[in-house]
């Protein structure tokens, strides 16, 4: 699996974004997540959508601000987010799992693709 992230750019405080992340391969076999990564900080979890799409899950810091979804039809993630803070500054990463539990979702361990990233920018 390929995975090609896109739709990052400068917002102002309050403004939205929408990250989409473009896959090759055998897409709905993976759960799907973003990530992120601040400079001079350690990537952190953002969200995941299970393989289905049925079910999701948000890190606190962006539950109620941002959507996950999927489109297996046409092989692609997207990261709808919202009431965007300075924050949220980082570089978004999409990222593939065959398999995730509660206790590694928000870990790095059980990716098995990534993404190249792309840099969401919130200036206040």
């Known amino acids: 699996v390929q995975l090609q992230a896109s739709g990052g750019g400068k917002v102002q405080t309050g403004g939205s974004l929408r990250l989409s992340c473009a896959a090759s391969?055998?897409?709905?076999?993976?759960?799907m997540s973003w990530f992120r990564q601040a400079p001079g900080k350690e990537r952190e979890f953002v969200a995941t959508i299970s393989q289905s799409g049925i079910s999701t899950y948000y890190a606190d810091s962006v539950k109620g601000r941002f959507r996950i979804s999927r489109d297996n039809a046409n092989n692609s993630v997207s990261l709808q987010m919202r009431s965007l803070k300075p924050e949220d500054t980082a570089v978004y990463y999409c990222a593939a799992a065959r398999r995730l539990n509660t206790m590694t979702v928000s870990t790095t361990t059980p990716y098995d693709y990534w993404g190249q990233g792309t840099l969401v920018t919130v200036s206040s």
């Open positions: 391969g055998r897409f709905s076999d993976y759960a």
